[in-house]
Nanobody, 125 residues
Framework: QVQLVESGGGLVQAGGSLRLSCAAS????????MHWFRQAPGKEREFVAA????????YYADSVKGRFTISRDNAKNTVYLQMNSLKSEDTAVYYC??????????????????WGQGTLVTVSS
């Protein structure tokens, strides 16, 4: 059974940077697209970024485009989210996510079948 474990969250001032990591185990990591979603207090979970199994196709929410970078290291079974120029509205719990189906990417949380436990990012203004 696949497991996803996030790390790297914390408190940062507006304009600062953080890098989130998500370590996967339990299956062939390189066959699966990987995703980051986030959920702010009182709001619905929303898509942040996704990266295909090859690392070639990458997708971002408009709200983070140009500031966040998703990447993956298939040798380490890890996906990353580099977050720069952070804003107070980026404050949320960030979740690493995957599908049970290989070779597929989704942009909505309702299709996700595997979630990490989440890591809290707090941006102070």
């Amino acid at each position: 059974q696949v497991q996803l474990v996030e790390s790297g969250g914390g408190l940062v001032q507006a304009g600062g940077s953080l890098r989130l990591s998500c370590a996967a185990s339990g299956r062939t990591f390189s066959n699966y697209g990987m995703h980051w979603f986030r959920q702010a207090p009182g709001k619905e979970r929303e898509f942040v970024a996704a990266i295909a199994w090859t690392g070639v196709n990458i997708y971002y929410a408009d709200s983070v485009k140009g500031r966040f970078t998703i990447s993956r290291d298939n040798a380490k079974n890890t996906v990353y989210l580099q977050m720069n120029s952070l804003k107070s509205e980026d404050t949320a719990v960030y979740y690493c996510a995957a599908l049970s189906t290989p070779y597929k990417i989704v942009l909505v949380p309702t299709s996700i079948t595997v979630w990490g436990q989440g890591t809290l990012v707090t941006v102070s203004s």
